[in-house]
C-alpha cells in the first residue's frame, strides 16, 4: 500500500506501467521483509536488515550512527545523498515518543540540520516494514510504503524513487511530473466547468432565478461546495459516512437508481451536515459560510441524469478518476478566481461564459510557486530571520545578568517583578526573572504572532503558502533552539 501526497495515484501508477524488469531484485527483496516480519529484532539489527535492503536498491557506502551533535545519530547515511532513521517494527511514525518528538518530527528535524543539508535532500523513516519519505523542500507532504501486505507493484514505485543509480534525479522528475499532472487536471476541470457544468446548472438554476448575476453566484456556491466535498472527502479531512459521495463518484459512468432524484437529495443532505455539525457521525461543524443554509438550494429538484453528467465532468479526466488529494489547493483556488473574471450571459435557451476583456480562457491563471516563494522568503523569511537573531543576541547574555541588570532590563521592556502569590505580592527571583526574559524572547512565539496581509487574495493561495512555510519554519526553529541552546 503507498500513502501520502507528495505523488498523485496517477504518477504512480505510470510509474508502476514504466519500471520493468526488477523480478529477480523483488524476490530478495520479499525474503527479506518476510524475515522482519517474522523476527522481532532490536534497532541495531534492524539496521542491518535495513542496509541489506538498500544493497538491493544499489546503495553501497553506508556510515552507521552519524553523529551530528552530542545527543543526535542518525542511524544510516547511504553514500553521502540519503539519510535514514531506523525504528522498532510497529512503531507509530506520528505519535509522541519518551523525548516528546515523534518519529516523523525526529527525521524531518535531521533534514533542517545545516550539516544534513550539505549533503542530503531525502531521509527515509522504517520500521522495516513500513517505509515513509521525506523532501526537504517540501517536508508538509510524504510518500509511505507499507509491505505488510508485499506488492510488486509497488515495489516497482520503490525501486524507480530509491534506486541509487538513478537517484534523486528519478525521484526529482516524478515531483515535475506531478506538478503537471496537477495543471493538466485543472486545465480540464476549468474547461469542463466552462463549457459542461456551469451552462448545465445554469439551465437547472434558471427555473427559480432570472436574474443573471445572481443565477452565477448561485452556481458558483454549488459549485465550490461540490470542490470542497470532494477534496475534503479524498483527502480523509471529513468522514460522511453514508452520505459520502465517493463511491456515487468513481461508478458514475455506471450510477442507477430507482430514485429520481437521489443523488441531489443526498448533496443537499450533505449541505445541512457540514453546516450544522452531526455528533452520531463526529463530523464538526464548518461554519465559513460556504455551506451556509440556502432557501435557494433547498427547494431545488434536479434528476440523476443531469447530477450524474455533472459529477462525471468534475470527477474524471482522461477516462481516469481524479483523486482530488492529488490536487493542490493552489490549483484549485485558480479556478475559483478564473471564473470570476467572466459574466453569464444567456442566448435564446442556452447559457454561457463570456470572455473578459483582460484574459482569454486558455488554461488556469494563477501567480507561479517561485513568484509566491520568492516573495514568502523575502517578507517573512527575513522577519523570522530577524526574531531569531533577536533571540540569539539577548538570550546568551540573560544567565550573566545580576539582579541589578536584570531589573533594569524589566523596566526597559515594561515587565512586572513582582510575582502575585496566595498572602499578596513579592519580588520575582532570579531565576524566575530570567526565565521570564526568555519567555519574552521566545521566537516560537513571536512566530506565531506575525500579523499576515493579502490585500488581493484571491483564492487565498499566497496564504496558504504562507501558511505552510510558516508551520515548517516553526519546527525548523524549534530544532535549531534545542541543538544550539537546549531550549525546549
Known amino acids: 500500500m503507498i500513502r501520502g501526497y507528495l505523488l498523485s495515484d496517477y504518477v504512480i501508477d505510470e510509474i508502476k506501467n514504466r519500471q520493468k524488469g526488477i523480478f529477480e531484485k523483488f524476490k530478495i ?20 536488515k535495513i542496509i541489506k535492503i538498500l544493497e538491493i536498491l544499489g546503495w553501497s557506502e553506508f556510515k552507521r550512527e552519524f553523529s551530528i ?4 545519530r542518525i542511524d544510516i547515511v547511504a553514500n553521502n545523498k540519503i539519510i535514514v532513521e531506523c525504528k522498532r517494527k510497529g512503531t507509530e511514525f506520528d505519535k509522541k515518543e519518551l523525548n516528546n518528538k515523534s518519529p516523523a518530527k525526529q527525521i524531518r528535524n535531521y533534514l533542517f540540520d545545516e550539516e544534513v543539508k550539505k549533503f542530503a535532500n531525502f531521509g527515509i523513516l522504517t520500521d522495516g516494514i513500513k517505509f515513509r519519505i521525506y523532501y526537504a523542500n517540501k517536508l508538509s507532504d510524504y510518500i ?8 510488486e507493484d509497488d515495489f516497482k514505485v520503490f525501486y524507480y524513487l530509491l534506486n541509487e543509480k538513478e537517484f534523486p534525479d528519478n525521484f526529482l522528475n516524478a515531483l515535475n511530473e506531478n506538478y503537471y499532472y496537477q495543471t493538466k487536471v485543472s486545465d480540464e476541470l476549468l474547461k469542463n466547468v466552462f463549457e459542461s457544468v456551469i451552462p448545465i446548472l445554469a439551465e437547472e438554476f434558471n427555473k427559480k432565478e432570472n436574474n443573471l448575476k445572481a443565477l452565477k453566484r448561485h452556481i458558483l456556491i454549488f459549485l465550490f461546495r461540490l470542490l470542497f466535498i470532494f477534496y475534503a472527502e479524498d483527502r480523509n479531512l471529513i468522514d460522511l459516512k453514508a452520505y459520502s459521495l465517493k463511491d456515487i463518484r468513481k461508478n458514475i459512468k455506471n450510477f442507477k437508481s430507482s430514485k429520481t432524484y437521489e443523488i441531489f437529495n443526498r448533496i443537499k443532505a450533505i449541505f ?32 440523476d441524469k443531469v447530477m450524474s453528467e455533472i459529477i462525471y465532468k468534475l470527477s474524471y479526466f482522461q477516462e ?12 484549485l483556488g485558480s479556478i475559483y478566481e478564473t471564473i470570476l473574471e467572466f459574466d453569464l450571459k444567456k442566448e435564446k435557451d442556452s447559457f454561457y461564459l463570456e470572455k473578459g476583456k483582460e484574459r482569454k ?12 516563494n ?54 520575582k527571583t532570579e531565576k524566575e526573572m530570567k526565565e521570564e526574559l526568555k519567555n519574552y524572547y521566545d521566537p516560537i512565539e513571536r512566530i506565531l504572532n506575525l500579523k499576515i496581509l493579502d490585500l488581493a487574495s484571491g483564492s487565498g493561495h499566497f496564504l496558504v503558502s504562507a501558511v505552510e512555510y510558516l508551520s515548517n519554519k516553526i519546527e525548523e526553529v524549534e530544532y535549531i533552539l534545542e541543538k544550539k541552546y537546549n531550549y525546549r
Not at 527483496?29 to 542491518?48: H, P, T, V
Not at 551533535?69 to 543526535?72: A, K, R, V
Not at 509511505?144 to 506488492?151: C, G, L, Q
Open 29 to 48: 527483496f520479499s525474503e527479506i521483509l518476510e524475515d522482519i516480519k517474522e523476527n522481532n529484532y532490536n534497532e541495531a539489527d534492524l539496521r542491518e
Open 69 to 72: 551533535s552530542n545527543l543526535m
Open 144 to 151: 509511505e510504503f507499507d509491505f505488510e501486505e508485499i506488492s
Open 272 to 303: 445541512k451536515l457540514i453546516n450544522e455539525g452531526d455528533k452520531e457521525i463526529n463530523l464538526p461543524r464548518y461554519n465559513g459560510g460556504l455551506f451556509k443554509d440556502n432557501d435557494f438550494y433547498n427547494d431545488l429538484e434536479i434528476s
Open 320 to 331: 481516469k478518476f481524479i483523486n482530488y488529494k492529488d490536487i493542490s489547493v493552489r490549483h
Open 361 to 372: 480562457i486558455s488554461g488556469v491563471y494563477y501567480t507561479p510557486d517561485f513568484v509566491v
Open 374 to 427: 520568492f516573495i514568502i522568503e523575502r517578507t517573512i523569511g527575513r522577519k523570522i530571520e530577524d526574531i531569531l537573531n533577536d533571540f540569539e543576541k539577548n538570550v546568551s547574555g540573560i544567565e550573566k545578568m545580576n539582579k541589578s541588570e536584570l531589573l533594569k532590563k524589566f523596566k526597559m521592556l515594561n515587565l512586572e517583578v513582582k510575582k502575585k502569590t496566595a498572602d499578596g505580592y513579592r519580588d
